[in-house]
């Protein structure tokens, strides 16, 4: 039985790497790593992307389908839940690193299928609103970016941060780690994290400012 650790990154700042260090740094041991690059979680579906689709061939029953959490497979509430419920049919373990979740379809109990079946749905729709706020401060951070173009030259003091840290720490907020695990991950202060988590608005404008 085979652990395949599933990977996806949109942008070029996101890095599979970190994503298969984090899984062995909590102590999985990983068999085969399968990624897609450049692929939208919430545009494409999780059965139309060239690798997604390869793991409903490759991934037999008991083998274990390992992601760093559920919004690698998909941003996009219906499809995450049909996705895990899915390999959950052919009898394939979903699980995740962050919150070190796993998915089985091996309870035959009512009452535990009911508590599963619940908790990939808050799952499923929490990585879609996710997806939902990061846009919205997205659009936010390009506004003001804009806005102060308009009035000034003054870009303001250089973001210690860059994008793919940006990134990271914004995921990792969305998915309720804590302050001390992002920086230790992330290797940015404790500070900065919080002025991203309480304005991420203003750190997307700060960083398009100091872009090029």
Same mark, same amino acid.
């Given at each position: 039985?085979?652990? +395949?650790?599933?990977?996806?990154?949109?942008?070029?700042?996101?890095? +599979?790497?970190?994503?298969?260090?984090?899984?062995?740094? /909590?102590?999985?041991?990983?068999?085969?790593?399968?990624?897609?690059? !450049?692929?939208? !979680?919430?545009?494409?579906?999780?059965?139309?992307?060239?690798?997604?689709?390869?793991?409903?061939?490759?991934?037999?029953?008991?083998?274990?389908? *390992?992601?760093?959490?559920?919004?690698? *497979?998909?941003?996009?509430?219906?499809?995450?839940?049909?996705?895990?419920?899915?390999?959950?049919?052919?009898?394939?373990?979903?699980?995740?690193?962050?919150?070190?979740?796993?998915?089985?379809?091996?309870?035959?109990?009512?009452?535990?299928?009911?508590?599963?079946?619940?908790?990939?749905?808050? *799952?499923?729709?929490?990585?879609?609103?996710?997806?939902? /706020?990061?846009?919205?401060?997205?659009?936010?951070? +390009?506004?003001?970016?804009?806005?102060?173009? !308009?009035?000034?030259?003054?870009?303001?003091?250089?973001?210690?941060?860059?994008?793919?840290?940006?990134?990271?720490?914004?995921?990792?907020?969305?998915?309720?780690?804590?302050?001390?695990?992002?920086?230790?991950?992330?290797?940015?202060?404790?500070?900065?994290?919080?002025?991203?988590?309480?304005?991420?608005?203003?750190?997307?404008?700060?960083?398009?400012?100091?872009?090029?």
């Amino acid at each position: 039985m085979a652990t +395949i650790f599933y990977a996806r990154v949109s942008t070029v700042d996101q890095n +599979i790497e970190h994503q298969q260090a984090q899984a062995e740094a /909590a102590g999985f041991k990983i068999d085969r790593v399968v990624a897609d690059h !450049g692929v939208s !979680g919430v545009s494409t579906l999780f059965a139309e992307r060239p690798n997604g689709k390869r793991l409903f061939d490759m991934l037999r029953q008991g083998d274990t389908l *390992l992601v760093r959490w559920v919004d690698r *497979l998909g941003r996009n509430y219906s499809d995450v839940r049909d996705t895990i419920q899915e390999f959950m049919r052919r009898g394939v373990v979903v699980r995740t690193v962050i919150n070190g979740l796993t998915f089985d379809g091996a309870t035959k109990d009512p009452m535990q299928q009911a508590v599963r079946d619940a908790l990939i749905g808050f *799952l499923a729709a929490t990585a879609q609103a996710n997806a939902e /706020a990061i846009k919205e401060a997205q659009r936010g951070g +390009i506004a003001l970016a804009k806005a102060k173009d !308009g009035e000034t030259k003054y870009r303001g003091r250089k973001p210690s941060f860059t994008r793919a840290q940006f990134i990271a720490v914004r995921d990792m907020i969305a998915q309720s780690a804590g302050i001390g695990e992002i920086a230790k991950i992330t290797g940015i202060s404790r500070q900065t994290i919080y002025r991203i988590k309480n304005d991420p608005v203003a750190a997307e404008a700060a960083l398009l400012n100091w872009a090029g």
